[in-house]
């Protein structure tokens, strides 16, 4: 089984930008996401890539202002993101999944990840006003 570490949380002026880390070992799974747990809400899904093509789904509220990407010489996913603001503010979380979970993504959109398997620990990120 995949094991995920998240880095490069922190806090950030509302307008900054950020860059998100996931280290997978062994591997980077077939599909990786990200994930925002706000405070006091429930998780949401924010971007998956699906690691065999690159191809990569959004949420829409979030398009345009963040980028799932890969490197698979550094078995890691990053999420950029730009323009940050408030509602930004919460735990990300990377997640690992299957074709089958990319599959789900594709045709009813990014949800709560309940059809990833492998979670990791999280990073938090703070966007002040």
């Known amino acids: 089984q995949v094991r995920l570490v998240e880095s490069g949380g922190g806090s950030v002026n509302a307008g900054g930008s950020l860059r998100l880390s996931c280290v997978a070992s062994?591997?980077?799974?077939?599909?990786m996401g990200w994930f925002l747990q706000a405070p006091g809400q429930q998780r949401d899904g924010v971007a998956a890539i699906y690691a065999g093509c690159g191809r990569t789904l959004y949420v829409a509220s979030l398009k345009g202002r963040v980028t799932i990407s890969q490197d698979n010489g550094k078995n890691t996913v990053y999420l950029e993101m730009n323009k940050l603001k408030h509602e930004d503010n919460g735990r990300y979380y990377c997640?690992?999944?299957?074709?089958?979970?990319?599959?789900?993504?594709?045709?009813?959109?990014?949800?709560?990840?309940?059809?990833?398997?492998?979670w990791g620990q999280g990073t938090q990120v703070t966007v002040s006003a």
């Open positions: 062994p591997v980077i799974d077939s599909c």
């Open positions: 997640a690992a999944g299957t074709w089958q979970t990319w599959n789900i993504w594709s045709s009813s959109g990014p949800d709560s990840g309940t059809s990833f398997s492998t």
